[in-house]
């Protein structure tokens, strides 16, 4: 028996929404192949597409970390075969360890008879995170196992929340080629913020959420302004100012860093105005000496 699952690549944070907001793209994503065998282990047979840099040992690729647990949780002992065929880069900041996890969850939970709901496999996957990065963050996972655009009201007790999108809604996404690990990232962030610092960002998180909600592109465009993390992190990712100016001179609603970086993206009202900023910011990192791949989707 086996199943060939897709998990997309994910946007987490969405600016101003670090750690509770997210949404999946159309592509890219990562392929799952997994067979159910009697050798009662958990194997993972084959990686393609990450230049040998992922690890081999299946307690420790976030893909098979997940099953393994999964298999645990549940008592049941079971052989599986995975292979892992990585269709998008890592360290990336579009959320790659998720869409692995996420692949194998949701194939041995189809394997297994759907045992578990999609929210019962969030938490599964979000241990697959923390053996990422160290931190179990639901931005990527959430969206990649639910789909469209998520907030994650609270960790703890988990409370996530899907929420509508305006029809049309197109995500710009840029990758230029330097590598960000997310766990790097997370440690550079200031721990304390200040009072204004916070009251500007909840507005914008809550200005964001309600432009979401009643299709009000140009509140979705005034609330996509992080104060607290963006200015730390936009000093890792090369041309980000200039970026930035770039996309909004494309009509962009807003730019933005994806997830932990290096990736930046872009909410458009349209595919097209999407196509344009990724030419724009594209363009500008090859004339500063940088490949990148970009990416078009709607959410
Ligand atoms: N919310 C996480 C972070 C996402 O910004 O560190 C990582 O992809």
């Known amino acids: 028996k086996g199943i060939k699952v ?71 002992k079971q052989g599986v075969s995975i292979a892992l065929y990585k269709k998008m880069p890592f360290g990336s900041g579009l959320g790659s360890s998720s869409a692995s996890a996420v692949a194998g969850l949701v194939g041995i939970n189809e394997l297994m008879g759907k045992p578990l709901t999609q929210e019962q496999l969030l938490p599964f996957a979000m241990e697959g995170e923390r053996l990422a990065c160290g931190n179990a963050h639901a931005d990527n996972v959430a969206p990649a196992l639910l789909g469209g655009l998520v907030l994650i009201r609270s960790y703890n ?18 990758y230029p080629h330097v590598e960000i690990p997310t766990k790097e990232a997370r440690q550079i962030l200031r721990t304390h913020v200040p009072l204004q610092d916070a009251v500007t960002q909840w507005g914008n998180v809550a200005g964001l959420v309600a432009g979401f909600c009643t299709n009000n592109l140009d ?27 770039l996309a909004m001179e494309q009509k962009a609603l807003g730019f933005g860093i994806s997830g932990s970086g290096p990736s930046v993206f872009s909410l458009c009202s349209n595919l097209d105005v999407a ?24 959410i």
């Open 6 to 76: 897709f998990a997309p690549a994910t946007v987490a944070n969405v600016s101003c929404g670090y750690d509770v907001l997210g949404f999946a793209v159309n592509t890219p994503g990562d392929e799952v192949v997994m067979h159910l065998n009697d050798s009662g282990e958990v194997s993972l047979d084959v990686i393609e597409g990450d230049e040998g840099r992922l690890p081999r040992d299946p307690a420790k690729n976030t893909v098979s970390a997940v099953v393994i647990n999964y298999l645990n949780h549940l008592g049941i």
């Open 157 to 174: 007790p988990l409370d996530v929340v899907k929420l509508p999108v305006p029809a049309g809604l197109a995500c710009a996404l840029v």
């Open 219 to 245: 509140l979705i465009s005034r609330s996509m302004q992080d104060v607290i993390i963006e200015p730390v992190r936009a000093m890792l990712i090369p041309c980000f100012s200039e970026m930035r100016q």
């Open 275 to 298: 196509r344009n900023v990724t030419a724009a910011l594209t363009a500008k990192l090859s004339e500063a000496g940088i490949d990148s791949t970009a990416y078009v989707s709607e």
